[in-house]
Each structure stands twice: as C-alpha cells, then as structure tokens.
C-alpha cells in the first residue's frame, strides 16, 4: 500500500483520496506499482482516488481520475493535454 497524501471531506458529504504531484515536463509518468499501490489503499477504504497535478511549465492544476492514465511500457503516462482535457476541476 502508498497512502495518498489526503483525504478530503467535502460539505456534501463526500469523501475521497488525493495524491498530489509537482511536473516539470508536459507529461506526467508513474511506475506501475506505485498507481496500484495508491489505488489499493483507496480500495481498502472504499474511497476514489484522485490525483492533482500541479503543471509548472503552465502554471496550472488539474485534478484527474487514475483511470485517465494510460498504460505504456510497464508504466502509466499522461500527457498535460489529455490531463487538461479530462480534468474534474
């Protein structure tokens, strides 16, 4: 297990995981184990996990799904484009 870095608790009720990541590139890249890692904490509570990635190259946030990943040679990649594009915020 990886435990995110918080579990946020929304007015409404809702609750989820985020873990929060820094780029410096226009891409963001994970090992496969440590998005399964996080996602098996989020399981094991019950919870969705997010991840917030904070984009320096354009000074933005986005706030995305682990399932906006994609799967390239034995780790998952997303590009700042397609994070942009399918952001929750």
């Known amino acids: 297990f990886s435990i995110?870095?918080?579990r946020v608790f929304?007015?409404?009720g809702e609750v989820f995981?985020?873990?929060v990541k820094n780029e410096t590139k226009k891409k963001i890249t994970f090992k496969k184990d440590y998005l399964k890692r996080l996602q098996a904490y989020?399981?094991?509570n019950q919870l969705p996990?997010?991840?917030a990635i904070y984009w320096q190259t354009a000074g933005v946030w986005t706030f995305n799904d682990p399932s906006?990943?994609?799967e390239r040679n034995g780790k998952w990649f997303m590009p700042i484009d397609i994070a942009m594009a399918k952001s929750e915020i």
């Open 4 to 6: 995110p870095d918080y």
């Open 10 to 12: 929304l007015r409404s």
């Open 17 to 19: 995981l985020v873990e």
């Open 42 to 44: 989020s399981d094991l």
């Open 49 to 51: 996990l997010k991840i």
């Open 68 to 70: 906006n990943f994609e």
